[in-house]
């Protein structure tokens, strides 16, 4: 077993599929330039990975390693979350948010 000294308590998933596939570049680039700067500016937002679905071009998924649920409640959040430009191109999406168990 793999400990981590310090895990981040919660992980905030969010999984979405992009078209049209034209488009996945400059919306790569807004994502990653600009969208996850401004979501790690976030408090309480410790780390985000982003990845892409095997076998698929436009469907991804982001772990954002957040401190607690108390990071939706924060004004910056409100400021950078969503899709910005991007809202249209979005067809389908979900997250997800996951507690790191305690064990006692």
Known sequence: MISDPAPT????LVSCEFAPID?????????EQIHIPDML?????QAVRRYQR????????AVYEIDSPKVFDEPRY???????????????WSR?????????
Do not use: K
């Not at 308590?9 to 905030?12: D, E, K, N």
């Open 54 to 61: 095997l076998g698929t071009r436009a469907h991804y998924l």
């Open 78 to 92: 409100g400021e950078v979350r969503g899709w910005g430009p991007w809202a249209d191109h979005i067809v389908s």
């Open 9 to 12: 308590p919660c992980l905030y």
């Open 23 to 31: 488009d996945l570049p400059a919306w790569n680039d807004w994502y």
């Open 96 to 104: 997800e948010l996951l507690r790191r168990e305690v064990l006692v």
């Open 41 to 45: 500016s976030v408090p309480g937002i």
